[in-house]
Each structure stands twice: as C-alpha cells, then as structure tokens.
C-alpha cells in the first residue's frame, strides 16, 4: 500500500508531503495503481519547484519521497498550495477507487520539525 501525508501548518497551509510505499496491485512495469500515483506526485511537486521555483527540501528513492516546502514568499507558497490541493484531490480519488491500495491523510495543525 502506498501511504501519502499532506502536513498542513497552523495557518492551513500545506508544508510538507510524504509518500512511501507500494500499491501492490499489480507486478511491477504493469502497476496502473503505482504510476497513476507516482505520476501525480511527480507532477505536482516538480510543478512547485520548477515552475514556481519554490524553496523546499526533497529526498526521493524507491517508493519513497519527502517534499518540504522552505519558502518566506507568501505568493509562492499560495501558488504550490493551489497544485498540492490539487494532488490532495486527486489521490483521495485514487484512494476511493483503489482503498487497499492507496492511504491519503492530512495532519493539520501540529508543531513539525
């Protein structure tokens, strides 16, 4: 199963993503579950540094990735939430679609360091 987490901050926006695993549904090269959600991810979070050249921290291997957003320009970090509500949406579909094979959770409002 894959498990992504959105990390809202006090003020509502998103900071952080977190997605690791794999969906298991089927064998790898054929897995329509896995590159439907890899290529969201990647979409969205390449849009957020590429296009909107957001600061942020990453860390990607293999059925892992971390995306922190580090960034004091309120527009940019408005303009990243816009694709991450965006992927929100879209992985919470896959997940309605596919419930044992994708989880997607937002923690809001807690202290993360």
Avoid: W
Avoid at 27 to 46: E, K, L, P
Avoid at 107 to 112: I, P, R, S, T
């Amino acid at each position: 199963m894959v498990n992504v987490q959105f990390f809202k901050d006090k003020k509502g926006n998103y900071i952080k993503l977190i997605s690791k695993g794999h969906s298991g549904f089927a064998n790898r090269g054929q897995d329509i579950v896995c590159s439907a959600i890899s290529s969201a991810v990647i979409i969205n979070v390449n849009g957020c540094i590429e296009v909107i050249n957001v600061g942020h921290k990453i860390e990607q291997k293999e059925g892992y990735l971390y995306f922190e957003i580090i960034e004091e320009d309120l527009k940019k970090i408005d303009y990243c939430n816009i694709l991450l509500e965006s992927l929100y949406i879209g992985l919470t579909e896959l997940m309605r679609l596919y419930p044992k094979n994708i989880k997607v959770e937002v923690k809001e409002n807690e202290n993360y360091t």
